[in-house]
């Protein structure tokens, strides 16, 4: 099959190559794992520097490695032990880290990993929804315990995670106040946002208190959160570790976990216009080298197509 291969952690995302790889074990493989026909697939910009891309759980090398790990596509084998999917079955889904990943042909993931997708979304917005969407709700209700009539403080509002922290926020009742460059102003107002703050121009200690903030930014802007958010609030960030701490509050640095229900719930958002995804460019397989590679900075997610979307 053809498959996106990475060798050397050091060239980043221009050390990509366009390569044949062995396709996955279709009789049997692991336990509880299926063979997917990958339709499209995201990409993470910074992926190529997780440890996980590199090496497996006991720390051995693991390279040629397969990058990629939002997927839409089509069951195509199960593995011994597999329930609750069928062969020929539209899915999407969130693969393992230590694994090869979905900037292929087909992809080998464990079935607990993926969520029906009905025929009425597409391939390519099914893909868009996997890595921003948990990472959205995970960050905003499984950490950040977000309540009707909140307030929250959703840094980069109009990138592609925040985007869907800000949508999902406004739905639950939580009253948003998105952050951002001034050019982003107007689309983190279209995707939800009640006020805008533009992190070069305006004082972000301005906003007064919030319950909780979900930033994707870290350094500065964490520390300076922090000090917005009311006493016993939440600061959620996933760009790392920080020191940043809220008054008689938390700080939760977190990673995404795959989670079919919450896959479910985001998928029938989006088929009721609930959420809207933010893609900036859908790519064949063949170019995908290029696409993740863009001479500017890309405006919403990079979609790799990798099989005929039309079915």
């Known amino acids: 099959m053809k498959a996106i291969v990475v060798t050397e952690q050091a060239a980043g995302t221009a050390g990509m190559k366009l390569m044949e790889r062995p396709e996955p074990q279709r009789s049997g493989g692991s336990i509880g794992d299926v063979v997917v026909q990958v339709r499209a697939s995201g990409f993470t910009r910074d992926e190529l520097s997780w440890p996980s891309t590199w090496i497996d759980r006991l720390g051995r090398d693991r390279t040629p490695s397969i990058p990629g790990h939002e997927l839409a596509g089509v069951v195509v084998a199960l593995g011994y032990g597999t329930?609750?999917?069928?062969?020929?079955?539209?899915?999407?889904?969130?693969?393992?880290?230590?694994?090869d990943g979905t900037l292929a042909e087909y992809v080998a993931v464990e079935a607990?990993?993926?969520?029906?997708?009905?025929?009425?979304?597409?391939?390519?917005?099914g893909a868009a929804l996997v890595m921003p969407g948990l990472t959205a709700w995970q960050g905003l209700f499984d950490h950040g315990r977000l309540r009707t009539g909140q307030s929250?403080?959703?840094?980069?509002?109009?990138?592609?995670?925040g985007s869907m922290a800000t949508q999902l926020a406004r739905e639950a009742g939580a009253y948003v106040i998105g952050t951002g460059r001034a050019a982003g102003r107007q689309m983190a107002l279209d995707f939800g946002a009640h006020e805008f703050v533009d992190l070069d121009h305006d004082a972000l200690e301005d906003v007064g208190a919030v319950d909780l903030v979900f930033d994707v930014l870290g350094g500065d802007i964490a520390k300076r959160s922090a000090g917005v958010i009311r006493a016993g609030g939440t600061l959620v960030t996933i760009a790392g570790p920080t020191e940043a701490r809220p008054v008689g509050g938390l700080t939760i640095d977190f990673v995404v976990v795959p989670d079919r229900v919450q896959l479910s719930e985001l998928v029938q958002r989006f088929r009721d216009g609930r959420l809207r995804t933010s893609i900036g460019k859908v790519a064949?397989?063949?170019?995908?080298?290029?696409?993740?590679?863009?001479?500017?900075?890309?405006?919403?997610?990079?979609?790799?197509?990798?099989?005929?979307m039309s079915s």
């Open 284 to 308: 064949d397989l063949v170019d995908a080298v290029a696409a993740l590679n863009p001479t500017e900075r890309p405006k919403g997610k990079t979609i790799i197509r990798v099989k005929g």
């Open 83 to 99: 329930t609750g999917l069928s062969v020929g079955q539209r899915v999407v889904g969130l693969t393992d880290w230590t694994r």
């Open 152 to 161: 929250v403080l959703v840094h980069g509002a109009a990138g592609v995670v």
């Open 112 to 125: 607990r990993n993926l969520a029906p997708l009905r025929a009425d979304v597409d391939f390519a917005e």
